[in-house]
């Protein structure tokens, strides 16, 4: 994901509601009016740290339709 599409996900999230979202590809997650994690088109989960991207899982081992319910799953429990 590049600088300038996250930098639109951090003004999308402000208007969202908590949930997963889909993004050119990615599936996103918001929490409290904030991007805070996201899923790129390999699989890695990659979680927000200011401006940095911390890899906090891989989901390359399961099938694609199934990223959202594990990403909304992680998210619940934040």
């Known amino acids: 994901m590049t ?19 889909s993004f050119r590809g990615n599936l996103w997650a918001v929490k409290n009016g904030k991007f805070v994690a996201f899923i790129d088109n390999k699989g890695q989960v990659l979680q927000r740290f200011g401006a940095f991207n911390t890899q906090i899982g891989d989901l390359s081992s399961i099938e694609r339709w199934d990223w959202k319910k594990k990403l909304v799953e992680w998210l619940r429990s934040q």
């Not at 599409?5 to 949930?19: P, R, S, V, Y």
Request: proline letters at 0%.
């Open 3 to 21: 600088i300038d599409e996250t930098n639109l996900l951090h003004k999308k999230a402000e208007t969202k509601k908590d949930g997963v979202y």
